[in-house]
Nanobody
Framework: HVQLVESGGGSVQAGGSLRLSCVAS????????LGWFRQAPGKEREGVAA????????????YYADSVKGRFTVSQDYVKNLLHLQMDNLKPEDTAMYYC????????????????????????WGQGTQVTVS
């Protein structure tokens, strides 16, 4: 099992920044890909950013949804078991619950190939952290 716990959410004015963090524990070293998702009220959960690491310290591929390209940056701190999402120039439409997720299945191959749909079908999830932009 993999346990994921997010932090760093909060309320911010439009144009501001937040940095989300996700700490992983358990059998997380076998996770091949990691990602950030968000879900706004009344909407489906959507992929925001994802990375393929193959379980190691190197990020081979990163992916961003069109709506956040140029504003969000995903990174990992392999030694500290952390996944970050730096969010800059936030907009009110970024308001949502943000989730950290990991997967170790063949679904990660789409992240590696750059064909990931952003579908929220990763196997392991955190509880989420709320981001509100006004």
């Amino acid at each position: 099992h993999v346990q994921l716990v997010e932090s760093g959410g909060g309320s911010v004015q439009a144009g501001g920044s937040l940095r989300l963090s996700c700490v992983a524990s358990g059998d997380h070293r076998r996770s091949l890909c990691l990602g950030w998702f968000r879900q706004a009220p009344g909407k489906e959960r959507e992929g925001v950013a994802a990375i393929y690491t193959g379980g190691g310290p190197e990020v081979f591929v990163d992916y961003y949804a069109d709506s956040v390209k140029g504003r969000f940056t995903v990174s990992q701190d392999y030694v500290k078991n952390l996944l970050h999402l730096q969010m800059d120039n936030l907009k009110p439409e970024d308001t949502a619950m943000y989730y950290c997720a990991a997967d170790r299945s063949l679904k990660c191959a789409t992240v590696l190939r750059g064909t990931w749909s952003g579908r929220a079908d990763f196997g392991y999830w955190g509880q989420g952290t709320q981001v509100t932009v006004s």
